[in-house]
């Protein structure tokens, strides 16, 4: 059993010496099938009394493609991972803002596959779904506020704490033995995992998330960000 999950893991990925996992051709392969199953699956789950329309898809996969380039543009680099980017994760609480949390959380996990086809950091499966699919598709949830005054707002704060809560317990369980002589404003986090991960991940998403907050609140951009709405819904 031990030579043939080996096998299969030589044939998905192969380990670097830090311990890290890079994809093989197979590994990004099986991703992308991956990806496009999560897409059926969302339809099929999500849209059992209205599949998605031609229009929700096509502006879907819009600002999925606006959010993995903007995801590249980085405003900082944390050492150990995450990053301070030029919005994002709005693109993608976007979506779920037109369409409501179905639509929105088929979007957040297959945009969590991109980010893990174009820049993975792998050290274990269960770290890989929960800083990837877990923590990617939590942006999703700011569809719960679709229909509510504010919503954009509400939902993007809403899928944040989502993200922050996976990246922090990520963090703990995964990365916990970084804390070790780890000193940030004057404080050293040497064993204490809890208070590192949420100090590290902290600092990047709640930056970018108050810089989003800022932009997004200067009349035009509003105003822009409205009429984008009524066109992803057809009603401009």
Same mark, same amino acid.
């Given at each position: 059993?031990? #030579? &043939?999950?080996?096998?299969?893991?030589?044939?998905?990925?192969?380990?670097?010496?830090?311990?890290?996992?890079?994809?093989?051709?197979?590994g990004y392969t099986a991703l992308v099938?991956?990806?496009?199953?999560?897409?059926?699956?969302?339809?099929?789950?999500? $849209?059992? &009394?209205?599949?998605?329309?031609?229009?929700?898809?096509?502006?879907?996969?819009?600002?999925?493609?606006?959010?993995?380039?903007?995801?590249?543009?980085?405003?900082?680099?944390?050492?150990?991972?995450?990053?301070?980017?030029?919005?994002?994760?709005?693109?993608? /609480?976007?979506?779920?803002?037109? +369409?409501? *949390?179905?639509?929105?959380?088929?979007?957040?996990?297959?945009?969590?596959?991109?980010?893990?086809?174009?820049?993975?950091?792998? *050290?274990?499966?269960?770290?890989?779904?929960?800083? +990837?699919?877990?923590?990617?598709?939590?942006?999703?949830? =700011? $569809?719960?506020?679709?229909? =509510? &005054?504010?919503g954009l707002i509400k939902g993007y704060?809403?899928?944040?704490?989502?993200?922050?809560?996976?990246? /922090?317990?990520?963090? #703990?369980?995964?990365?916990?033995?970084?804390?070790? $002589?780890?000193?940030?404003? $004057?404080?050293?986090?040497?064993?204490?995992?809890?208070?590192?991960?949420?100090? +590290?991940?902290?600092?990047?998403?709640?930056?970018?998330?108050?810089?989003?907050?800022?932009?997004?609140?200067?009349?035009?951009?509003? &105003?822009?960000?409205?009429?984008?709405?009524?066109?992803?819904?057809?009603?401009?």
């Amino acid at each position: 059993e031990a #030579v &043939k999950g080996g096998f299969f893991m030589s044939l998905f990925a192969n380990v670097g010496v830090d311990g890290t996992y890079s994809l093989t051709v197979w590994g990004y392969t099986a991703l992308v099938i991956a990806l496009i199953a999560i897409l059926l699956l969302g339809n099929l789950l999500f $849209g059992r &009394k209205r599949a998605f329309s031609a229009r929700e898809i096509s502006f879907a996969a819009m600002a999925i493609a606006l959010g993995t380039v903007a995801s590249m543009i980085k405003i900082f680099n944390m050492p150990m991972g995450g990053s301070v980017t030029l919005l994002s994760m709005l693109f993608i /609480v976007l979506v779920g803002n037109w +369409y409501g *949390i179905g639509m929105g959380l088929s979007a957040a996990f297959a945009y969590g596959i991109l980010q893990l086809l174009l820049g993975p950091y792998i *050290i274990s499966l269960p770290q890989m779904i929960c800083d +990837y699919i877990l923590a990617f598709g939590a942006l999703g949830l =700011s $569809g719960l506020f679709s229909r =509510s &005054k504010n919503g954009l707002i509400k939902g993007y704060i809403l899928a944040v704490l989502g993200r922050y809560f996976f990246a /922090v317990l990520s963090g #703990v369980i995964f990365f916990g033995v970084y804390a070790e $002589g780890v000193s940030f404003a $004057g404080h050293d986090f040497s064993g204490q995992p809890l208070l590192y991960s949420l100090s +590290y991940n902290g600092l990047y998403l709640f930056t970018e998330a108050v810089i989003t907050l800022l932009i997004i609140a200067i009349p035009p951009v509003r &105003k822009g960000l409205i009429r984008i709405r009524e066109m992803a819904l057809g009603e401009a």
